[in-house]
């Protein structure tokens, strides 16, 4: 009787550690992924603070921007590329006199282009150069 007692003790003991060993795996196995995740997000701070920081500065220049591209809208539809980029030079440098804030590169497809819709448009055979893609975001905005 003593025997079988010691026997079932030591079946039991044994399934436990069975248990154990399989839980210690699974463990194992979720810590290792979690590192893996740590890792990943890690690198993401570094994406998400160069965006934020990015965002903070186009905030700062929405007002100039805007204007820009409103006045290329309104006035520069018909005119040449080296023409607009004159009057925009000109117009920026005026912002800076009147001390509005705005890009100093200031690109019309950057300031009020939908990547997606542009992205459309060169699929649907539109020339994927500057011009051809501003006048487009000229006429959707017109």
Known sequence: AMVRDLEAQLHEANEKAKELQ??????????????KLID????????WSAKSS???????NLTGDILIASGIIAYLGIFTNQFR??????????LQELQIPASKEFNLQVCIGDAVKIRQWVIDYLPN??????????????
């Open 22 to 35: 399989r839980n210690q795996k699974d463990c194992a196995a979720k810590l290792a992924r979690a590192e």
């Open 40 to 47: 990943g997000l890690g690198g993401e701070q570094a994406s």
């Open 54 to 60: 990015r965002l903070g500065k186009d905030y700062i």
């Open 85 to 94: 980029r004159e009057a925009q030079d000109r117009w920026l440098g005026k």
């Open 129 to 142: 150069d500057s011009l051809s893609i501003d006048n487009a975001i000229i006429l959707d905005n017109s």
